[in-house]
């Protein structure tokens, strides 16, 4: 175990690895930092571009993208109150006014300080934990896989909707639009409409690149068509004290950062519930814990700890399903399966029994990325800094460019840029109606697992169907699942 655990370390440090991983942070920090884009739009635009790396430097530079990402987003957030993510949103409440105040270093300083804790918190976690639960996932067979995807699509389904109903709709037609080509066990064609290039299936890099990016970007241009005055951004004071995060202050805000970095490592843990549920969760325990509580929202930088160093602890504890149950604890963590297949694995337990060695090699690119994290943030930040004033006329070209060749790169096919294209229509008029797009990629991203695992229950059981009545943890998997939706209806019901 020792040998496989060092030459894991050994492939993350070599130099093409490290290369990519610091490649990815810079990216995900300026993608962070534009008012728009996101972690996952970046991963989704960049998934292409991984499949000419070697495995390693593939994740790494992935990894690296979207924790570059996490931190850029309070970049603007600070600067311009808009969050360039949104798990950014509770920084603006506390950094914005320190920017008004010429703080705006320090606060951003706060928070890079902030990511890089919470995310050393996390991986730690990860790296403790992940291969043991991995162990006992090993136990699990097809019944509870099923039964297990089915509780994560309905924890997933309250996402981005204020419906229930329709967070179960819209994860349903990611299960439908999953099932598109050869049905694994006639090998027949299905849902295809008699369109050759529909048999093969459709790949997750038009659906991400067309429902995260493209969809994005027609609403940014929506968005500007009806604003007229152009947002300054604001100048940083000169003098240290307000530049600069002083010993005192960091040790300050310990306690803070300790219990928010643990509670963004249970959210992103959790399938569904994501970076913006784990930052303001964090952010109004800060508050309750406080003892000037009517401080936050006017500067404070235990505001900006606890929002940053929460939403960063998600970024590897989202991880912790995925390589242990092959389910992605996030759309970031989701986009990366794509990658992982590309490159001849599949997320779950038994990734640890055949590629033992390439866990270890990305828990090195995860410590790696952290660490060119807070070089980067350190020295580069004012350069950063400058990302948020780059004019939308010069930016949306190059982002519709890139996604356009994203898709096309995927398997160089013209289709594919057609379906990134419908697809982001979609996403737009679902957007525009209360349906959560994220649930529909989730759940297009499950459905062959789903499917599978269903097939397998189905044959392995001669079609009876109360062969989950004798595997009792599928059973305590469907009972939670049906008490989290009966639950979820009556407070449906009560708000009403």
């Not at 310990?254 to 952010?283: H, N, Q």
């Not at 694995?345 to 090699?361: C, T, V």
């Not at 950063?384 to 996604?403: D, H, R």
Request: with cysteine; glycine share 10%.
């Amino acid at each position: 175990m020792l040998d496989m655990i060092l030459a894991g370390l050994s492939e993350a440090l070599q130099l093409a690895n490290l290369l990519f991983v610091l490649l990815g942070v810079i990216a995900g920090m300026i993608a962070g930092a534009i008012p728009g884009v996101n972690g996952p739009m970046a991963i989704a635009l960049c998934i292409p571009l991984s499949y000419y790396m070697s495995p390693v430097a593939a994740i790494g530079f992935l990894v690296g993208l979207n924790k570059g990402a996490f931190f850029g987003g309070s970049i603007s957030g600070v600067l311009l109150n808009t969050p360039g993510t949104p798990e950014s949103a509770a920084t603006t409440w506390d950094g914005y006014p320190l920017a008004k105040q010429g703080k705006g270093e320090k606060a951003l300083r706060m928070a890079l300080y902030a990511s890089v804790t919470g995310d050393a918190f996390a991986t730690l976690v990860l790296i403790l934990v992940a291969a043991p639960l991995a162990a006992v996932a090993l136990y699990m067979g097809p019944p509870e896989i099923f039964a297990l995807i089915c509780m994560a699509m309905t924890i997933i389904a309250g996402l981005g909707t204020r419906s229930l109903l329709r967070g179960f709709i819209a994860a349903a037609l990611g299960v439908l639009i999953g099932t598109v080509g050869i049905e694994p066990v006639s090998a027949l064609p299905r849902l295809t409409f008699d369109i050759v290039p529909l048999e093969r299936g459709i790949s997750l890099i038009p659906v991400g690149i067309g429902m995260l990016a493209f969809s994005e970007i027609i609403i940014q241009l929506e968005q500007q068509l009806g604003r007229k005055e152009a947002r300054e951004v604001i100048t940083f004071s000169s003098k240290p004290e307000d530049r600069f995060i002083t010993l005192k202050e960091y040790v300050e805000c310990l306690k803070t950062l300790i219990r928010s970095s643990i509670a963004g490592t249970v959210v992103g843990a959790l399938p569904g519930l994501g970076a913006p549920v784990a930052s303001f969760f964090a952010y109004d325990q800060a508050v309750k814990h406080s003892k000037e509580p009517e401080t936050f929202g006017k500067g404070r930088l235990e505001g900006i700890a606890a929002s940053e160093s929460a939403n960063s602890a998600v970024v590897a504890s989202s991880l912790i399903p995925l390589f242990t149950l092959g389910i992605p604890g996030n759309m970031a963590a989701a986009l990366l399966i794509g990658a992982f297949v590309v490159h001849g694995m599949i997320p779950g337990p038994l990734m640890f029994e055949q590629n033992a060695q390439f866990i270890y090699a990305i828990y090195g690119s995860l410590i790696i990325a952290n660490l060119f994290l807070l070089g980067v943030g350190r020295l580069g930040l004012r350069l950063f800094c400058k990302v948020v004033q780059i004019p939308s006329v010069i930016l949306y070209p190059i982002i519709i460019f890139t996604c356009v060749m994203g898709a096309y790169l995927a398997q160089y096919a013209v289709f594919d840029v057609t379906l990134m294209l419908c697809f982001s229509l979609l996403a737009y008029f679902m957007r525009k109606f209360d349906y959560s797009f994220i649930c529909l990629i989730i759940g297009f991203i499950l459905a062959p697992i789903w499917e599978t695992s269903l097939q397998q229950v189905i044959i392995a059981s001669e079609q009876d169907p109360y062969m989950f009545l004798t595997r009792p943890v599928a059973v305590v998997l469907m009972l939670m699942t049906f008490f989290i939706i009966v639950k979820s209806v009556l407070a449906a019901g009560r708000k009403k």
